[in-house]
């Protein structure tokens, strides 16, 4: 709602495309789920629901591209809020916070193969 800050939550029709690829995605392996988030530049750690969770998100909306403010860190996508976020990157062995937040990023292609 605007009311959250203008976030633009998802839509009836993809919030079923995310369901319906999380289905198809069900039955891969841990290691196949891996190599499609890898594939994609995309976070493979978390637990198998989180990684079908992130391969259906991916397959559908497309892959959540780096940080285009530290261009070092990986993009976490909240699907209550709609809200992009970064949490920083290890630089060498510096950990560089970022404090990027959004609700619109350009989503890459996501690759199937």
């Known amino acids: 709602s605007a009311a959250a800050g ?3 939550p998802l839509t009836a029709v993809q919030k079923k495309a995310i369901a319906k690829a999380e ?5 891969k ?3 196949e789920l891996k190599d499609m988030l890898r594939r994609n530049r ?3 750690g978390g637990s198998k629901p989180e990684l079908i969770e992130r391969c259906a998100q991916g397959v559908t ?3 959540v591209p780096m940080c285009p403010l530290c261009g ?3 993009l976490r ?4 809020s709609c809200q992009y976020s970064c949490p920083g990157f290890m630089d060498d062995d510096k950990f560089q916070p ?3 937040k959004s609700f619109s990023v350009a989503r890459e292609a996501w690759k199937t193969a």
């Open 42 to 44: 995309q976070i493979i």
């Open 29 to 31: 392996s841990i290691d």
């Open 6 to 8: 203008g976030a633009l």
């Open 72 to 74: 070092g860190g990986k």
């Open 77 to 80: 996508f909240d699907m209550k």
């Open 98 to 100: 970022c404090y990027f």
């Open 61 to 63: 909306l497309g892959a």
């Open 23 to 27: 289905e198809q995605q069900a039955s």
